[in-house]
């Protein structure tokens, strides 16, 4: 490896990979047999975080950023003008095992621009992941893009040695698709989508039936959308998460605010990434795996967007105030974890300890329980915290704004920036 | 010492069934202040002590660090690993493996009151009759399990911070300095992870490492903690000659998945505290300039700041 030069291309195509937001390498059941290298087990650490606080986990770069595709979102499409690079097989694996035996990282998230052929590039990542598997031995962390358009045996056979495979709709409607990225189409998306899916579940199957199966992509697959390059609303971008788990068992799906990198006429000039929307859609998709709602009790026709200032838990709260309050010495689990300011961690605590006696205020707040949002949602004891009854306005306008009020980093500093720009 | 209370022969281990748990005797004595060695055992011992004196301790204290004025007169308690053994057994009787496990975490998190906050916890778990570990209302188990947390992360942050560098002859070596003493929960992780390596992790603030010679991990000590100051002070005649170009091409990688237009330096430093960076290769002053890929054109005059300047390509 010529120094000079390597590190050159690993800061191109790590550049070029960054806006790729999906870097969790959790879920992943690797173990170390035999004494080689790595493991990944359950939870994936992150080894670092970036100056924008998020996490760094995986060695996360392109093979090469040479594209014969054209989609206007992309650094790396065909009519940009930049630096382009390329690996080779060998270096991707040296950097890979390099970074790893020094505890910089988990492992390897690897995806490419269209070189050639989609097959040609699809069957180059295939060849690195191989040879760290069989020729060095390791069993760290892998995910693997799976090139839209690549043949299904090459498809096949990055399961093999991949604990992730993803395929990134990127646009969340058909019709931002053609004219964003017009040499993409959803039918190429979602077939390689489905053999993925149907991979995993015939493993599955096989797992269940025979003792000694070739594992494939147990950790799942995974995808991005982008937003706020295109027109759609919140509730199209959520029902179609919605219908991607349930109709693709997808483990996450990745929503990436559009960071303005290029002045294409077809994309909307914006000047800041909609990061609060980003935000909200994660707590909304949140709210749907973990905490029970469903897609139409967060967004309907009438409500198409979500509310930017309140969290979407909140704002359902504040819409359905017929439910509250709850009382917490009684309530079941779910309805405890529907009370604004109340996390899975606390109703999990209040759940366990009251079995020892009924629990008070001054518990709640031991517990982790955000008073100042939860107040107006709960009963202890049959006793109200906020005596007087609220509207709606009132409610709002105390949490945002009323001392001690809790805003998260991220929207102050959001909110910093909209106060600049304006 | 003959009687004891937590003989772990005539109750069997596992069956926490009420009927099985010894009565806890009452600790009716006048309290007692205790010191012992400052090992584990040695407290292990103390409870021992506790019960068989039936003399609530005060305070516990490792020898020579005991406060209190001049009119406190500790007893010595000295370590009994037959007595310690039976104490950490018998605790099985009231509390499952898990909750036990948080009270060696608690001694590992180093506070100054770990030894009472043990006895406390130990104490009310026997007499509770049953499990106390979701008894979140009380103040000591949450205490317990708080520290139990903290020592979770900490853990958990040097899984992820310690960084090997390669020597000259192929031993991979990292510097740490945790806020706890966590080389004994770390051990398992690395030993699992990096089988096919040799590897050295040395907690400078405790003086002393895990070693792992590709068989076995081994706590080890070096003769009057002269160990290299800090990680980069490994020599640089030592280091693998590709060392420093792995540094290098890790610092590139970091600067280059940063994307400035998100940047959040609240954010990034509460995930990742400004007395770790010591020890991290990435926070390490850079030998080169940092020259950012210029692949975008400012969106419109007066817009975020996109990498430095103008782009190349124009
Ligand atoms: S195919 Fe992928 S790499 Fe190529 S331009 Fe489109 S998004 Fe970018």
New binding site residues.
Partial sequence: MNDQRIQEKLSILADAAKYDVSCSSSGGKRKNEDKGLGNAEGMGICHSYTEDGRCVSLLKI?LT?H?????A??????SNDVKRAAFTVDEVVELTMNFYRRNYIEGLFLS???FSSPDYTMERLVRIIRKLRTEHRFNGYIHVKAI?GASEELIQEAGLYADRLSV?I?LPSEMALTTL?P??NYEEILTPMAQIRDGIIQNKEEKALFKKVPPFATAGQSTQLIVGASQENDLQIINLSDSLYKGYGLKRVYYSGYIPITDDARLPQVTHPPLIREHRLYQTDWLMRFYGFQADEILDPAHPFLDLEIDPKLAWALRNRQVFPVDINTADYEMILRIPGVGARSAKRIVAARRFGPLSLDHLHKFGVVLKRAKFFLTCRGQALEKRDYDEQTIRRQILFGSGSVRSALVTQQLDLFAQAS | MAISRFSASSVPVVAAAPAARRVVPALSNVPLDYAYDGTFEGLLTVLFTVYDRKAAPNSIQPTGAVQGGLFVQPVEVETNEAAAARVWKGLLQYMDAEARTRLFHTFLSEQPDRELVIFRYADLAMRAGRDISEHYADDNVRRVQRLAQQMYREKHRMEAFVRFEKTQDGLFHATIEPDFDVLPLIAAHFTKRYADQRWLIYDRRRHYGLYYDLHRTDIVQFDGGAMPQRSTAVSATVLDEREPLYKLLWQAYFDHVNIPERKNMKLHRRHMPLRYWKYLSEKQPREQRFEPIRNKRPVQPGGPALGAGAAVTE
Avoid at chain 1, 67 to 71: G, M, P, Q, S
Avoid at chain 1, 73 to 78: D, G
Wanted: glycine share 4%; net charge neutral; aromatic share 10%.
């Fill in positions: 392109l950023n594209c014969i595709f054209d989609c979102y992309c650094v790396s499409r065909r490419s621009g269209i839209p990134n990127e990225a040499e993409k």
